[in-house]
């Protein structure tokens, strides 16, 4: 067909003497020149086609009975008749005031089939080619469909791939198309290496990356699958990296990937260039605004003059005042950040210009790329739509929503010139990645209803790709059973509020101390934001439990608060979270922290009021060996609001928050040593981790030094006097240990050991803890 087109561009001149022009496979005869130049037909007659109808073709070409036709006509039907698929060979001709299309059927596809896939599944590889059954064969589709198959190969890491076709014709013009696939080895990535690097070393640059050298477990996380889009935003959070450390002139040289295909592995190499490391400098706000008051909006300024030159503070500074301003009522307002750099000093002075940007508005948001996600899902993340003032921070806002749904492997938002001058069309191009997910978790304590416990879970965080998340899991022990459900809506009725559910069941059997309990419930939650970092979440909980024990003495705290009585728990509870981590996966900066209080009395057998409140904050000691400190603590206290209090009512502590003690290992006890819990409790931990020497960082194993210190005091559960209660008072304990973590495929797992240095002589210690890292 291109072919056929710039034949006839080259012969125009000489068909309008001869009267010949192009075809799709030579050329025909006109009558007269007359005729090239501006010619009718009375009707259109189709030669050669059986299976697709003469309709089909005459509904295909340009050219209508009694209306005038040129060259250019001709040309145009021959490709759009091509475009079709259906036909391997085209020609137009006109006889007397009959115009003949001639054409010759491509053969039609019985059956599309793969022979040898075995990782990939025919279902997926379907999806991938264009070939369809009852189509159109054709040898150009099916190359395009081989290598469509070897790049859904190459995105989970098999390169070394090889595809190949075989067409079997049967009766009636139709053929059997099977791709036949050798799926070969693994592509691995040998190595990655950095150049130029002098500030940080290859290690902690390999941590940064999303790319990873290939080791044991990964062909369970896949992060040593070589793609090129990859590595370019590998890239991107090595700018990132940089820019907020300082080094504002940082870039990348240049990132190469080399296969060696004797071994089938690839060398990455990146080579960058660190520049200077820099400090702020004086720091202004201006306004040529009027009505916009820039001393006022300098307290909204993230940036201080002497602290090291980050880009994300800069970025948090134009966010934060661009919504002042736009709140204000100047919505096309425009936040400019200024740099000035001080070689001497090795500062950066930074003035933010607000000023009058251009008046625009969104024409239209354009999503493009998402195969799974709903276009709602990506619509929503917008605090603009169309017909609003077109604001760049609001759409940089939202690219950082999207990025931090973790639905995309990649997202990109460019504008586009609209159909006048005052309007601008958004483009959001994304792409889909795997959202689930499936875990297996083990876990260990010592002591009393201790023992091992194995928890298998699927998740899914992007639902039938609506953005919902649901979780499902089971876990099993020496002496108990758990059961969990999780389901959450993200956007409720439309509005950001993430409304879901959680439901559980435990059941626990401890045939040593006589006793065994089953506890079921389910808790209704609803979460505003109310800034960036900072949230409320609402819920009710519910909780019921059936407890079987020694009932005929009531020697024990806990069978007088059952006496073989099911006992309910109805409450409400308010929490107000504050979320300023640089990364939930491995925090290095930052703090997470959380308010809660709680009322239960809304039926059932609680009667109370409780506070709680924890926090944990996190800091780089020395960037480059990757040592980060934490310092944690909570506290709380139950204010009995409804008489008696149960003993199920009070605070326990567990392994989680003194590390050396067994789960209620300490507190307030009962002569008999059941654990009663406390009204009031006061936590402290300090830790540092690092990567373990001669280990890959990519492996995800650090050790861990720490020191906990609490407390858990205080008595308002019912207590005969022949039982006696011990340690009521504010006794403190401590600990000291060595830990070892682990992000491993299966979801962070760790290893602590604690030796107590403070401690009660009826206290129960457990120096060993195995089990699933959380951050609190």
Do not use: C
Request: hydrophobic share 35%; proline share 2%.
């Amino acid at each position: 067909m291109k072919a056929g087109s710039r034949f006839l561009n080259a012969v125009s001149a000489v068909a309008l003497s001869t009267g010949i022009v192009a075809s799709g496979t030579g050329i025909v005869t006109l009558a007269s020149a007359s005729v090239a130049e501006a010619a009718t037909i009375s009707r259109v007659e189709v030669r050669g086609a059986t299976r697709v109808s003469p309709e089909t073709v005459r509904a295909n070409i340009t050219i209508v009975p009694g209306k005038s036709f040129s060259n250019a006509d001709i040309d145009s039907s021959v490709k759009r008749l091509y475009s079709t698929g259906y036909f391997s060979d085209v020609s137009i001709n006109i006889s007397g005031g009959t115009l003949v299309v001639t054409v010759s059927e491509n053969q039609l596809v019985n059956q599309v089939v793969f022979n040898g896939n075995r990782k990939i599944k025919d279902e997926k590889l379907q999806a991938v080619v264009r070939t369809r059954s009852l189509g159109p064969y054709s040898e150009a589709t099916a190359e395009s469909d081989i290598q469509a198959i070897k790049d859904a190969y190459a995105a989970m890491g098999r390169n070394d791939v090889t595809v190949t076709t075989q067409v079997v014709p049967i009766a009636e013009g139709r053929v059997n198309l099977a791709f036949v696939i050798n799926e070969g080895d693994r592509t691995k990535i040998k190595q990655i290496n950095f150049v130029g690097n002098n500030a940080y070393g290859d290690g902690r640059l390999q941590a940064v990356i999303a790319t990873k050298e290939s080791g044991i477990f990964s062909f369970l996380n896949r992060k040593d699958v070589y793609n090129a889009d990859k590595l370019r935003a590998d890239e991107e959070l090595l700018r990132q990296f940089y820019y907020n450390r300082g080094y504002a002139d940082f870039r990348v040289v240049s990132s190469d990937a080399v296969l060696d295909e004797s071994s089938n592995e690839y060398t990455v190499t990146i080579t960058v260039e660190e520049g200077e490391r820099y400090d702020f400098g004086p720091i202004n706000v201006e306004s040529t605004v009027e009505g916009v008051n820039a001393e006022e909006l300098k307290g909204l300024v993230q940036t201080s003059e002497g602290s090291v030159y980050k880009a994300k503070d800069v970025q948090e500074s134009i966010s934060a005042i661009s919504k002042r301003v736009a709140a204000q009522g100047y919505p096309f307002a425009r936040v400019t950040p200024r740099g000035n750099r001080d070689f001497g000093n090795r500062t950066i002075a930074v003035d933010y210009l607000v000023d009058q940007g251009e008046r625009a508005y969104i024409e239209r948001i354009e999503i493009r790329g998402n195969t799974r996600t709903r276009d709602y899902v990506i619509r929503r993340e917008f605090d603009v739509s169309e017909g609003d003032a077109f604001n760049q921070e609001m759409i940089a806002t939202a690219k950082r929503r999207l990025d931090a749904l973790g639905y995309f492997s990649a997202v990109n938002i460019s504008t586009q010139p609209g159909s006048a001058a005052d309007r601008v069309v958004i483009v959001v191009d994304v792409q889909d990645q795997s959202t689930g997910s499936f875990g297996i978790g083990a876990g260990y304590a010592a002591g009393s209803g201790g023992g091992f416990l194995v928890e298998a879970s699927i998740e899914e965080k992007n639902f039938l790709g609506r953005g919902q998340y649901i979780r499902l899991a089971a876990g099993r022990g020496e002496e108990s059973r758990t059961y969990n459900v999780s389901f959450t809506e993200p956007y409720f009725l439309g509005y950001r509020l993430a409304a879901g559910f959680d439901v559980f069941q435990n059941e626990n059997d401890y045939d040593e101390d006589n006793y065994s309990y089953e506890d079921s419930g389910f808790s209704l939650r609803v979460t505003a934001p109310i800034t960036e970092r900072l949230s409320t979440t609402l819920r009710y909980n519910f909780t019921q439990m059936d407890y079987h024990g020694d009932t005929d003495d009531l020697s024990s705290p806990y069978d007088r608060a059952i006496n073989g009585s099911p006992w309910e728990r109805s409450s409400v509870s308010q929490t107000l979270t504050y979320n300023s981590l640089d990364d939930a996966q491995q925090a290095h900066e930052g703090i997470l922290a959380s308010a809660t209080q709680e009322y239960a009395g809304l039926g059932g057998t609680s009667d109370f009021y409780k506070l709680t409140g924890k926090f944990k904050w996190y800091y780089t000691v020395n960037d480059d060996a990757d040592i980060i400190a934490s310092l944690a603590g909570s506290a709380g206290h139950v204010f009995n609001t409804g008489g008696e209090m149960e003993v199920f009512d009070q605070f326990q502590l567990g392994s989680n928050d003194i590390r050396g003690f067994e789960r209620n290992g300490v507190g307030p006890r009962a002569e008999n040593g059941d654990a009663i819990g406390g009204t009031t409790y006061f936590t402290a931990s300090a830790e540092a981790t690092f990567p373990l020497p001669f280990v890959a960082r990519d492996a995800g194993f650090r050790g861990a030094v720490f020191a906990d210190a609490g407390t858990l005091y205080g008595n308002d559960v019912d207590v005969t006097a022949a039982d006696g209660v011990r340690g009521t008072d504010s006794s403190l304990r401590a600990s000291v240990g060595l830990g070892l973590l682990w992000a491993s495929p299966f979801g962070p797992l760790r290893i602590d050991y604690a030796i107590p240095v403070a401690k009660e002589d009826f206290d129960r210690v457990q120096n060993l803890k195995f089990g699933i890292s959380s951050s609190f």
